[in-house]
């Protein structure tokens, strides 16, 4: 290996003893070097004694010059490793040891040039900062070899899953980053959520048969909607990390395109409070905002929330509220959110399959409208779409959050054409984030249609902690700036 180096180095061949070069020469005569006299040269069987003492001398030259070869070969490799290459050293700069990814100094000083590019060509981007959840548990339980190799697997799965279409960087510890060019923040938020679901699928090995599930907290912000410099840019996307930090982790939040997120322990201070305690005066204040409200072309949509701790009465005001939807004709859709239920979109296929299977004649003709990809998607949890014909394959490939999106979009409009809807969100603390988002684009995008909102959340009794109406904003960051708050006490409705 060494020789070869040295001879990509050094393309002319080190001076060769005359017999050598006579005899390659005559071998491989050319124009520049021709074969000598044959007179010149001693066949090996006519050599007499008188030939070995020369033909010692010029091995000892041989042996000498071979010496002097490695020793320079070796000072040559020193000398590589002492000085690096104008290349190593650039690479050195801006590539994080460990992952092979793109460093913080290569943020900080090539993604204000990415902006930069943008406002010349009028342009844009985003930025996505991604933390670890939980990555001190992991060194902690098991070793720091166990940490460098999640870290590693981390860098590895983020970049195969951005390929061309963003720049992963390892910007801090178990803190990254990607800047996605010319991408809206649907695009982001997309690749973003199916980035968590990969990860969810695939464990990680750290050794004595154990595995490890990543979980990840991811922000977003875009240029030049949410900030005019790289400074700007960075403190959005890092806000919005922090309030899905502190939304319950492991989810997508990104920074509004209106209004701006607040501390999560000052979420609170955002929206009205009233403090009822008469069953019949909520139920009466519920229907005033929903199925009583005034619905039309200049109509506002609105936006009740029941907050309280365990027993204090929300899902029984909720249930009495479907009642009154349903002896006024209006359909209703029941979404229950769970434990664990974080696959995007599950809490929305759910509780429409229990609205349509109601009347399958409609649920027929209504599913006569997906593609066939759609209608796939949603067999997986929806059995009962099985029974209907396959719709002809278009041939499409877009991912499954897309298709599903797509999806939900028509069977909320037929539900809608159907009758005027009640959505009722109970427990909406533990809803998936694609759902909630779902629900704030299509009342933000249509807030003059037959929708009512109904949503409850579970605090804990002295209401100090605003986790469950951070992770509202997180999912529902303009719908949620309309919200009005009714505040329950535990065991408030027993004797009513």
Known sequence: MLEEKHNKEQPQSPTKPQESQAAEAAQHPTADNPAPPEENVVPTSQKTESTQPKTQAVSE??????????????????????QPSEDELRRLAFTDELTGLNNRRFMRTRVSSYIN?????????CL???????????????????????????????????????????????????????????????MMDSFIEKLQQTPVAVGDDAEVNVGVSIGIAHYPQDASDYDE??????????????????????????????????????????????????????????????V??????EFPILCGPMGSGKTRLLNELRREAEKQGHGVI??????????????????????????????????GELSYNEKTELTKNIPQLAEIPDPPDDGSSEDRDTVVFKALNKLLFGLLRKARQLLIV?????????????????????????????????????????????????????????????????????NI
């Open 233 to 294: 840019l960075f403190k959005r996307a890092d806000e919005a990390l922090y309030h899905a930090k502190g939304s319950g982790k492991n989810m997508v939040v990104v920074y509004p395109d209106e209004g701006k997120l607040i501390a999560p322990g000052n979420i609170s201070t955002l929206f009205p409070v009233e403090k009822t305690v008469g069953f019949d005066d909520i139920i009466e204040k519920l229907k005033l905002l929903t199925i009583d409200r005034i």
């Open 334 to 367: 029941y979404v229950c959110g769970k434990v664990d239920q974080n696959r995007p979109y599950n809490a929305l296929i759910a509780a429409f399959n229990d609205a349509l299977i109601k009347d399958l004649p409609f649920f027929k003709e209504l599913a």
């Open 296 to 301: 039309g072309e200049n109509a506002k949509p």
């Open 61 to 82: 030259a041989s042996t000498d010059e071979q010496v002097t070869i490695q020793e320079r070969e070796q000072a040559q490799i020193e000398e590589s490793i002492l």
């Open 117 to 125: 590019f943008a406002k010349q060509n009028s342009s844009f981007l």
């Open 128 to 190: 996505v900062m991604l933390d670890l959840d939980s990555f001190k548990q992991i060194n902690d339980q098991h070793g720091h070899m166990a940490g460098d190799k999640v870290l590693t697997f981390f860098g590895e799965t983020l970049t195969e899953h951005v390929g061309r279409r963003g720049i992963p960087i390892r910007y801090a510890g178990d803190e990254f980053s990607v800047v996605m060019m010319e991408a809206e923040k649907s695009d982001a938020k997309q």
């Open 426 to 494: 109970d427990d909406a603390h533990l809803v998936d984030v694609a759902s909630l988002s779902f629900i704030d684009s299509f009342v933000t995008e249509f807030p003059n249609s037959e929708l009512d909102l109904a949503f409850s959340i579970t605090t804990d009794e002295d209401y100090t902690s605003d986790s469950a109406m951070a992770h509202i904003l997180g999912g529902m960051s303009k719908t949620a700036q309309i919200a009005e708050i009714t505040r329950l006490e535990k065991n408030a409705m027993e």
